[in-house]
């Protein structure tokens, strides 16, 4: 069975003056991907991952090693936390994809 869920979040604003508006916007997802990605374990060979939140890597890990699972993380550069480059290095994750290099394919003018 195939079905796609959408799953929403409140944003949450943290004080923060080192940003002019005076805060920053912070939705964590980190747990409900954990969750989602050990629950449908059975479902997938590769996982893309989008995101570079650190706290990833033990869910990665655990897949890897538990279930022999690829996983590929997508995320923008210089934000993605050491932990996933770490586990990129121990050849848990297969590869760091970085959003800014598939920059010029969303810029690509198909109508010429």
Do not use: W
């Amino acid at each position: 069975m195939n079905h796609k869920q959408i799953i929403s979040k409140r944003v949450k604003y943290i004080p923060d003056v080192k940003y002019k508006t005076g805060y920053i916007k912070k939705c964590n997802l980190d747990i409900e991907m954990a969750v989602d990605l050990i629950r449908e374990k059975d479902n997938f060979d590769t996982a893309v991952i989008f995101s570079g939140d650190g706290d990833l890597a033990y869910v990665c890990r655990y897949l890897h090693e538990k279930f022999n699972k690829t996983i590929y993380i997508f995320g923008a550069r210089d934000h993605v936390g050491k932990e996933l480059i770490d586990a990129k290095n121990a050849n848990v994750i297969k590869e760091i994809l970085f959003v800014e290099d598939f920059e010029y394919r969303l810029n690509l003018n198909r109508n010429s």
